[in-house]
């Protein structure tokens, strides 16, 4: 059974008279434990795409299976369980509360989800250490660098262990360096088994990836195709 | 999300933005002040009132002398125009009544009085020994008018501590001979000092014998007759036996108004609550007024933070979580205005018992809980529509807005 099941997903936008189809008759599989990066013109559809993925948004027409389940039927609030504990997200625009400390931002998703204290205290401490974060819990995101923001970031996209993260252009505020260490994150992520779909425009991150998909209008344009993930698993030694 | 995580969430919240989020606990704190204060002021205004009232006496029956306006029409009464004066008489005839334990018949004008050269104004009051324990008036020094005939005065005077000061500094004032009018009268006693009350000012009396008071002022008419009835259930028959009395020897004309104490205090009070009620409404409209500013200052943070709105929806908050927390947020401004305004109220109503000691200004407890508990109820009226703009917002539209 595949993580991710689009069928002929339609995604319209109007603008005044105009429609701009967004999506168009998308169909999509993406396997457990993929890394999937979407390239593709601007406004060929990536953020429409990925925004359906993370329930953000419906499609106008066609089904999303996540986890052999339909989503698109689920009520706002189911699908918000969903969100909370099956997906994270990576934003370029790190969309961090710039009043809470670094470590309040990353057990936010804990916090809004009822967990109790003294767990979100322990798993927000290893998240910090994971991400070299450690003498940086108390900063505001302002007292921050962009990576370490980013960081910040990942480290709250992780910490409800979703098994699919979404990053659009997780490096496109970032310089090349500290993009390349946010890049070797989200890959060591993937490392785990987490899937991974990216959003980028920058050709040699896509290359990175162990599939492509390159959008135009709102379809496919070219799909690197899918890996077959049960030989990957043999060969990295995973189970 | 758990109860102290959405109010610790609210309260930082508030926090991030120090300029609205006093704005709006003023506005709140003002009208909740407002509320204390005005009703400390009503309210004092009434206790003030009623207070000065029970200190003429107590259970008294008070005769004025003609028909009040209000008894309707009396047939006796439009035929003689002029009513029948109150003379000493009719007080005397008071006395022997059933209920009634003191009379004291009352004679007022003004005059001159004068000691060593030095002459001044004076409100003379024409009475009897009764007078004194009837008003509850204290004497610094000697004695009160003699028990005697009523319409033969010995020839003394009871006088007002300023006066005494006035006119004898600190010389002992008890035995002298003072000239009120162009009678020579001597001082057997001096009131203690009781400052400004209601209707007399006893620091500047002249306590006479009433004969000796209608001749100063060459007339035979009484000003007031008080009658003590002796305990309160006997007020309204002495009332009524007074009434009557009188009636009978003004040959049945009811020529005379009788009111009690009881009465006009139970009027005085009615009325004044009624004015601290509406004043505490219209204290009340201010709470209305920041409750829409609360409301204003919520629907500038939706707008303000509506990226993190749609943040905490991408990381999984309900709806419910949302309105709880902006709907907390605004619940904390006006509660923490209300406190605020609570403890301004009362600083204001202590300020005002200091610079007017003698006026009890202290809000009503009614006052102070509507006051509270309608600040946080419209706080959070005003809060529901804007948290619930919060949680309808799109996510992906709010998480495009920075
Ligand atoms: N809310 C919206 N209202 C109207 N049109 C929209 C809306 N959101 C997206 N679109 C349109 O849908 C198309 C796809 O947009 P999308 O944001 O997915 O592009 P993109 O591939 O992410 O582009 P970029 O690389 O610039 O981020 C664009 O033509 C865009 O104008
Ligand atoms: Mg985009």
């Known amino acids: 059974m595949a993580l991710i099941e689009l069928s002929a997903i339609e995604r319209r936008f109007q603008l005044g008279d105009t429609t701009v189809h967004a999506l168009a008759g998308l169909n999509l599989q993406i396997e457990a434990g993929e890394y999937v990066a979407v390239m593709g013109p601007s406004g060929s559809g990536k953020s429409t795409l990925l925004n359906l993925l993370g329930l953000l948004d419906r499609p106008n027409a066609g089904t999303y299976k996540l986890e052999g389940r339909d989503v698109t039927t689920l009520s706002p609030d189911e699908q918000a369980t969903v969100r909370s504990t099956r997906i994270g997200f990576v934003f370029q625009s790190f969309h961090l ?13 804990m916090t809004l989800a009822g967990t109790p204290a003294a767990e979100r205290k322990q798993r927000v401490a290893r998240a910090l250490k994971d991400f070299g974060l450690d003498n940086r819990a108390d900063h505001k995101p302002d007292e921050l660098s962009g990576g370490q923001r980013q960081r910040v970031a990942i480290a709250r996209a992780t910490i409800m262990q979703p098994a699919l993260i979404l990053a659009d252009e997780p490096t496109g505020n970032l310089d090349r360096h500290t993009g390349e260490e946010v890049v070797n994150l989200l890959e060591a992520l993937n490392a ?42 043999k060969i990295s030694g995973r189970p | 999300m758990r109860l102290t995580d959405t109010l610790r969430f609210a309260r930082d919240a508030a926090a991030g933005t120090p300029l609205r989020t006093a704005l709006s606990v003023l506005a709140m704190s003002i009208g909740v002040a407002a509320v204390v204060i005005l009703t400390a002021l009503g309210d004092g205004a009434r206790r003030y009132v009623v207070g000065q009232f029970s200190s003429l006496g107590t259970n008294l029956v008070i005769v004025l002398p003609g028909r009040s306006g209000t008894g309707g029409f009396n047939p006796a009464n439009a035929i003689t125009s002029t009513p029948r004066d109150l003379t000493i008489d009719d007080a005397a005839s008071l006395k022997r009544l059933p209920g009634v334990r003191r009379v004291a018949p009352l004679a007022v004008g003004s005059s001159e009085i004068s000691f060593g050269g030095k002459l001044r104004e004076i409100m003379v009051a024409g009475s009897t020994a009764e007078f004194i324990p009837i008003r509850n008036f204290e004497l610094a020094q000697g004695q009160g008018l003699p028990e005697e005939d009523w319409n033969r005065g010995s020839s003394v005077a009871v006088i007002g501590a300023k006066i005494r000061s006035e006119l004898f500094g600190s010389n002992p004032a008890i035995g002298q001979l003072i000239r009120v009018g162009d009678r020579r009268l001597r001082v057997v006693g001096v009131l203690k000092s009781t400052g400004q ?76 609550g009624t004015l601290t009620l509406g004043v505490a409404g219209i204290a009340a409209i201010s709470l209305a007024v920041a409750g829409i500013l609360v409301m204003n200052v919520m629907l500038v ?45 009362q600083l204001g109503a202590f300020a005002l018992r200091q610079f007017f000691p003698v006026f009890p200004a202290y809000p009503p407890d009614w006052a102070v809980i509507a006051g509270l508990s309608t600040a946080l109820v419209t706080g959070l009226l005003f809060g529901v529509m804007p948290a619930r703009r919060a949680a309808r917002l799109d996510p992906v539209q709010a998480l495009m807005k920075r």
């Open chain 1, 97 to 109: 509360v710039p009043r809470l400390t670094a470590a309040e931002n990353i057990a936010l998703p």
């Open chain 1, 192 to 233: 785990r088994g987490v899937t991974l779909v990216v959003v980028t425009h920058d050709p040699g991150m896509g290359a990175r990836a162990r599939r492509q998909l390159v959008m135009e209008d709102g379809r496919l344009q070219s799909d690197s195709g899918t890996a077959d993930i049960s030989i990957l698993g």
């Open chain 2, 197 to 272: 009350g209601l209707g007399m000012n006893t620091d500047e009396l002249v306590i006479v014998p009433v004969s000796l008071a209608q001749s100063l002022f060459n007339s035979n008419t009484l000003f007031r007759i008080m009658v003590e009835a002796s305990n309160r259930e006997t007020i309204p028959s002495a009332k009524a036996q007074t009434l009557a009395t009188l009636k009978q020897r003004h040959r049945g004309e009811e020529d005379v108004t009788v009111i009690t104490q009881d009465a006009v205090l139970a009027t005085f009070d009615r009325l004044l």
């Open chain 2, 301 to 345: 943070a939706v707008t303000q933070r509506t990226g993190e709105i749609g943040l905490l929806k991408a990381l999984g908050a309900t709806a419910r979580t949302i309105r709880l927390a902006f709907l907390a947020e605004a619940a904390m401004l006006s509660a923490v205005g209300a406190v605020v305004g609570y403890l301004l109220g």
